[in-house]
Nanobody, 129 residues
Framework: QVQLVESGGGLVQPGGSLRLSCAAS????????????IGWVRQAPGKERESLLC????????YYVDDLKGRFTLSRDNAKNTVYLQMNNLKGEDTAVYYC??????????????????WGQGTQVTVSS
């Protein structure tokens, strides 16, 4: 079955950087290599899950939170079936569990979470001194 595995989370100081990875495997005819979109969603304690951004199969990024523009960048390595989330200038409010999620081909223009078909288990990001 399709699996998504996040990695790269950890503890970082405010203003620091972190790179998260989302590796996909178990492709099917409905969820094919090089033809899927990966989005990132985070959940801080006591808060709803928040759609952050997404990258489609054509490497087009979509930002759903204005604060992330200029700080968070998505890229993908199709040879490794991996999407990377580069997070710079991290803030305390970025502390959350970060999930990657997938859907075939396209990102939602609105970041609608129900459009995602597969989810990873999440990786903890803690921004603290």
């Amino acid at each position: 079955q399709v699996q998504l595995v996040e990695s790269g989370g950890g503890l970082v100081q405010p203003g620091g950087s972190l790179r998260l990875s989302c590796a996909a495997s178990g492709f099917t005819s409905e969820f094919a290599p090089n033809d899927y979109a990966i989005g990132w969603v985070r959940q801080a304690p006591g808060k709803e899950r928040e759609s952050l951004l997404c990258i489609n199969s054509r490497d087009t990024p979509y930002y759903y939170v204005d604060d992330l523009k200029g700080r968070f960048t998505l890229s993908r390595d199709n040879a490794k079936n991996t999407v990377y989330l580069q997070m710079n200038n991290l803030k305390g409010e970025d502390t959350a569990v970060y999930y990657c999620a997938a859907r075939p081909a396209f990102c939602s223009i609105y970041g609608t979470q129900r459009d995602y078909v597969y989810w990873g288990q999440g990786t903890q990001v803690t921004v603290s001194s």
